[in-house]
């Protein structure tokens, strides 16, 4: 994400226009059942792609130029500038194990 947005800074006003979306985990055919093993994707359960693809419109049509897709992804995505890095470093080692 730190990429698209420095190429955005430095493509303002060019009439260039950068998007980032930033959908998470996302529900497709594409996981296997090993994936659903993971704690994290227990706790931060894959978005439904129909609801990434509104996401990735809605993205298209308004002037931001970044959007997190999922309650969850927002949620974990933000949690490590309010929480020390300590227990966020716990908090990643426990979602990354399997059950």
């Known amino acids: 994400m730190a990429f698209s947005e420095t190429l ?5 006003g060019s009439g260039v226009q950068v998007k980032v979306l930033c ?7 594409f996981q296997t059942d090993a994936m ?13 792609a129909d ?4 996401d990735v419109v809605e993205l298209l049509f308004n002037q931001k130029g970044r959007k997190k897709s999922g ?7 933000n949690l490590s ?3 020390p ?5 716990k908090i990643k080692k426990n979602l990354a194990s399997q059950v």
């Open 71 to 77: 309650f969850g992804n927002w949620f974990l995505s």
């Open 8 to 12: 955005r800074a430095e493509l303002e």
């Open 36 to 48: 659903w093993k993971i704690k994290v994707y227990k706790a931060n359960k894959p978005v439904p």
């Open 23 to 29: 959908p998470g985990s996302t529900d497709t055919p």
């Open 51 to 54: 609801k990434v693809a509104m």
């Open 85 to 89: 890095d300590g227990i966020i470093m």
């Open 81 to 83: 500038r309010v929480t």
